[in-house]
C-alpha cells in the first residue's frame, strides 16, 4: 500500500468561469458576502497562481452537459483522463487569459457609496431677533430707545 502513495507536489486547480478567475486576482475589490466568502475559503487553502482557466470546449467535465447519448459518453476517455494536454509540460497548456479588470456592473461587486454631510447652522439677523422678541414696532421702538 505505501507503494501506491504519492508525494503531492504542487496542485493545480482549473475553472472554466472567467468571472472566477476575475474574481480570485482582484484583491482590491470588495464583494458581496456570498462571493466574497468563496474567495476567501478558495484563497486560504490556494494561491492565485494556481487557478487556471479551461475553456469550456476542453472542459471533460462538461461533456455531459452537451447533450451526448450515453454510447458516445461512454467512448469519450477524456471524462476518465481528463484533456490530453494534461499530458503535455505545463509550458504546452493552454495559456490563461489576461484576467482583466472586474465590469464595474458585474451584480457580485459591492457598490460603494460616499456620503458627504454638511451641517450648517442659520445664524438669526439681529433686527430678526428684536423683531420676534416684540410684539409691535411701537414696543420694539420704546425699548431700543
Known amino acids: 500500500m505505501d507503494k501506491l502513495l504519492r508525494e503531492l507536489h504542487e496542485s493545480i486547480f482549473w475553472t472554466d468561469n472567467t468571472a472566477v478567475v476575475k474574481y480570485l486576482n482582484s484583491e482590491s475589490t470588495r464583494f458581496k458576502t456570498f462571493v466574497a466568502n468563496r474567495v476567501t475559503a478558495i484563497l486560504d487553502h490556494s494561491q492565485t497562481s494556481q487557478w487556471r482557466y479551461i475553456?469550456?470546449?476542453l472542459n471533460p467535465a462538461d461533456?455531459?452537459?452537451?447533450g451526448q447519448?450515453?454510447?458516445a459518453f461512454l467512448k469519450n476517455q477524456s471524462w476518465l483522463s481528463g484533456p490530453s494536454f494534461l499530458l503535455s509540460?505545463?509550458?504546452q497548456w493552454p495559456k490563461n487569459p489576461d484576467p482583466g479588470t472586474l465590469?464595474?456592473?458585474d451584480p457580485e461587486v459591492k457598490r460603494v457609496a460616499q456620503v458627504h454631510v454638511i451641517q450648517t447652522q442659520e445664524l438669526e439677523d439681529s433686527v430678526d431677533q428684536w423683531m420676534n422678541r416684540y410684539s409691535s414696532c411701537t414696543a420694539l421702538k420704546?425699548?431700543?430707545g
Open 89 to 91: 509540460s505545463q509550458d
Open 69 to 71: 447519448t450515453v454510447e
Open 142 to 144: 420704546r425699548a431700543v
Open 103 to 105: 465590469d464595474i456592473d
Open 55 to 57: 475553456n469550456t470546449t
Open 63 to 66: 461533456v455531459v452537459s452537451r
